[in-house]
Protein backbone atom coordinates (compact mmCIF):
# COMPACT_ATOMS: atom_id res chain seq x y z
CA UNK A 1 0.00 0.00 0.00
CA UNK A 2 0.63 3.35 -0.60
CA UNK A 3 2.65 5.18 2.59
CA UNK A 4 0.49 7.54 3.08
CA UNK A 5 -2.22 5.08 3.35
CA UNK A 6 0.06 3.01 5.93
CA UNK A 7 0.55 6.36 8.01
CA UNK A 8 -3.24 6.57 8.12
CA UNK A 9 -3.61 3.22 9.56
CA UNK A 10 -0.96 3.57 12.05
CA UNK A 11 -2.12 6.75 13.62
CA UNK A 12 -5.69 4.75 13.99
CA UNK A 13 -3.80 2.24 15.94
CA UNK A 14 -2.19 4.82 18.09
CA UNK A 15 -5.51 6.06 18.69
CA UNK A 16 -6.50 2.66 19.97
CA UNK A 17 -5.41 3.47 23.55
CA UNK A 18 -7.99 5.27 25.43
CA UNK A 19 -8.67 8.77 25.06
CA UNK A 20 -5.76 10.51 27.62
CA UNK A 21 -3.56 7.38 27.86
CA UNK A 22 -1.06 8.51 25.37
CA UNK A 23 0.58 11.72 24.88
CA UNK A 24 1.74 13.25 21.34
CA UNK A 25 5.45 12.27 21.29
CA UNK A 26 3.71 8.24 22.10
CA UNK A 27 1.17 8.70 19.27
CA UNK A 28 4.16 9.95 16.86
CA UNK A 29 6.05 7.21 17.91
CA UNK A 30 3.25 4.98 17.13
CA UNK A 31 3.13 5.85 13.24
CA UNK A 32 6.52 6.41 12.66
CA UNK A 33 6.91 2.63 13.73
CA UNK A 34 4.08 1.83 11.49
CA UNK A 35 5.31 3.31 8.34
CA UNK A 36 9.06 2.44 9.15
CA UNK A 37 9.34 -0.62 6.86
CA UNK A 38 9.32 1.58 3.81
CA UNK A 39 12.33 2.91 4.42
CA UNK A 40 13.96 -0.24 2.57
CA UNK A 41 12.24 1.57 -0.39
CA UNK A 42 15.32 4.04 -0.03
CA UNK A 43 16.94 2.55 -3.47
CA UNK A 44 14.24 3.98 -5.91
CA UNK A 45 15.54 7.29 -6.50
CA UNK A 46 19.17 5.55 -7.38
CA UNK A 47 17.76 3.03 -9.41
CA UNK A 48 15.99 5.56 -11.10
CA UNK A 49 18.58 7.59 -11.91
CA UNK A 50 21.21 5.11 -13.13
CA UNK A 51 18.59 3.36 -15.49
CA UNK A 52 18.57 -0.16 -13.62
CA UNK A 53 22.30 -0.23 -13.42
CA UNK A 54 22.25 0.12 -9.35
CA UNK A 55 18.75 -1.90 -8.81
CA UNK A 56 18.88 -1.17 -5.32
CA UNK A 57 14.87 -0.96 -5.54
CA UNK A 58 14.23 -3.92 -6.61
CA UNK A 59 16.51 -6.08 -4.62
CA UNK A 60 15.83 -4.47 -0.89
CA UNK A 61 12.68 -3.48 -1.14
CA UNK A 62 10.58 -5.53 1.26
CA UNK A 63 13.68 -7.43 2.19
CA UNK A 64 16.01 -5.13 4.91
CA UNK A 65 12.83 -3.70 7.27
CA UNK A 66 9.82 -5.89 6.05
CA UNK A 67 10.39 -8.81 8.34
CA UNK A 68 9.75 -9.71 12.47
CA UNK A 69 13.29 -8.85 13.15
CA UNK A 70 13.18 -5.13 12.19
CA UNK A 71 9.56 -5.61 13.53
CA UNK A 72 11.15 -5.83 16.98
CA UNK A 73 14.09 -3.31 16.34
CA UNK A 74 11.15 -0.34 15.64
CA UNK A 75 8.86 -1.40 18.39
CA UNK A 76 11.78 -1.35 20.94
CA UNK A 77 13.18 1.93 19.50
CA UNK A 78 9.36 3.86 19.55
CA UNK A 79 9.56 2.07 23.55
CA UNK A 80 12.77 3.75 24.52
CA UNK A 81 11.68 7.11 23.27
CA UNK A 82 8.18 7.17 25.00
CA UNK A 83 9.80 6.47 28.67
CA UNK A 84 9.40 2.59 27.66
CA UNK A 85 5.77 2.48 28.04
CA UNK A 86 4.53 -1.20 27.27
CA UNK A 87 1.58 0.46 25.50
CA UNK A 88 3.67 2.26 23.02
CA UNK A 89 5.42 -1.07 22.01
CA UNK A 90 2.35 -3.17 21.55
CA UNK A 91 0.41 -0.44 19.14
CA UNK A 92 4.09 0.40 17.62
CA UNK A 93 3.91 -3.87 17.02
CA UNK A 94 0.33 -3.65 15.76
CA UNK A 95 1.05 -0.84 13.76
CA UNK A 96 3.70 -2.71 11.66
CA UNK A 97 2.06 -5.97 11.69
CA UNK A 98 -0.47 -4.15 9.83
CA UNK A 99 1.60 -2.71 7.53
CA UNK A 100 2.99 -6.37 6.33
CA UNK A 101 -0.62 -7.49 6.29
CA UNK A 102 -1.33 -4.59 4.02
CA UNK A 103 1.69 -4.70 2.07
CA UNK A 104 0.88 -8.68 1.36
CA UNK A 105 -3.16 -8.03 0.51
CA UNK A 106 -2.28 -4.63 -1.75
CA UNK A 107 0.83 -4.01 -3.02
CA UNK A 108 1.36 -5.48 -6.66
CA UNK A 109 3.52 -3.56 -9.05
CA UNK A 110 2.71 -2.50 -12.51
CA UNK A 111 4.67 -5.33 -13.82
CA UNK A 112 2.35 -7.88 -12.07
CA UNK A 113 5.09 -8.91 -9.51
CA UNK A 114 3.60 -9.78 -5.95
CA UNK A 115 5.73 -8.20 -3.04
CA UNK A 116 6.51 -10.57 -0.72
CA UNK A 117 7.08 -10.12 3.18
CA UNK A 118 10.25 -12.18 3.87
CA UNK A 119 8.74 -12.16 7.72
CA UNK A 120 11.50 -14.65 9.35
CA UNK A 121 14.90 -13.07 7.64
CA UNK A 122 17.69 -13.25 8.38
CA UNK A 123 17.10 -16.79 9.84
CA UNK A 124 15.02 -18.10 7.30
CA UNK A 125 14.44 -17.36 3.43
CA UNK A 126 10.39 -18.27 3.46
CA UNK A 127 8.72 -15.55 2.24
CA UNK A 128 4.83 -14.78 3.19
CA UNK A 129 2.80 -13.60 0.09
CA UNK A 130 -0.78 -13.97 -1.56
CA UNK A 131 -1.23 -14.84 -5.25
CA UNK A 132 -4.19 -12.74 -4.79
CA UNK A 133 -2.46 -9.25 -4.44
CA UNK A 134 -4.06 -5.94 -5.54
CA UNK A 135 -2.20 -3.55 -7.14
CA UNK A 136 -1.36 -1.05 -5.69
CA UNK A 137 -3.42 1.62 -7.35
CA UNK A 138 -6.62 -1.14 -7.22
CA UNK A 139 -10.25 0.25 -6.52
CA UNK A 140 -9.14 -1.69 -2.67
CA UNK A 141 -6.57 0.01 -1.96
CA UNK A 142 -8.42 3.91 -2.40
CA UNK A 143 -11.41 2.36 -0.46
CA UNK A 144 -9.29 1.45 2.53
CA UNK A 145 -8.03 4.73 2.31
CA UNK A 146 -10.79 6.41 2.58
CA UNK A 147 -12.42 4.67 5.13
CA UNK A 148 -8.90 5.36 7.16
CA UNK A 149 -10.32 9.04 6.76
CA UNK A 150 -13.62 8.69 7.80
CA UNK A 151 -12.49 7.14 10.99
CA UNK A 152 -9.91 9.31 11.75
CA UNK A 153 -12.22 12.53 11.09
CA UNK A 154 -14.80 10.48 13.55
CA UNK A 155 -12.30 10.04 15.91
CA UNK A 156 -11.02 13.77 15.51
CA UNK A 157 -14.63 15.05 16.29
CA UNK A 158 -14.67 12.84 19.41
CA UNK A 159 -11.52 13.13 20.97
CA UNK A 160 -10.30 16.80 19.91
CA UNK A 161 -7.50 15.33 17.56
CA UNK A 162 -6.20 14.54 14.09
CA UNK A 163 -2.48 13.48 12.95
CA UNK A 164 -2.12 16.94 11.83
CA UNK A 165 -1.63 17.47 15.61
CA UNK A 166 2.05 15.50 14.21
CA UNK A 167 2.54 18.05 12.31
CA UNK A 168 1.00 21.39 13.31
CA UNK A 169 -0.93 21.95 15.61
CA UNK A 170 -2.84 25.29 15.63
CA UNK A 171 -4.06 24.03 12.14
CA UNK A 172 -4.98 20.57 14.06
CA UNK A 173 -7.31 22.62 16.27
CA UNK A 174 -8.87 24.02 13.41
CA UNK A 175 -9.25 21.23 11.54
CA UNK A 176 -10.94 19.45 14.47
CA UNK A 177 -13.27 22.45 15.48
CA UNK A 178 -14.66 22.25 11.60
CA UNK A 179 -14.83 18.58 12.27
CA UNK A 180 -16.92 18.87 15.41
CA UNK A 181 -19.66 20.53 13.90
CA UNK A 182 -19.91 17.72 10.92
CA UNK A 183 -19.95 15.38 13.06
CA UNK A 184 -22.42 17.69 15.81
CA UNK A 185 -20.15 17.26 18.51
CA UNK A 186 -20.06 19.85 21.24
Known amino acids: M ?37 LDAFGAPVEWWTDGALPWFSLYHHKIFHNGLAALAFATIAWLCCRRDWRVFALALVALHLHFLCDIVGSRGPDGYDWPIPYLLPFSPWEWRWSGQWALNAWQNLVTTYVALFAIAWLGARRGRTPMELIRPSLDARIVSRLKVWFRQP
Open 2 to 38: HIATHALLSWLCAEAAPKDALDRRSRLAITLAGIAPD
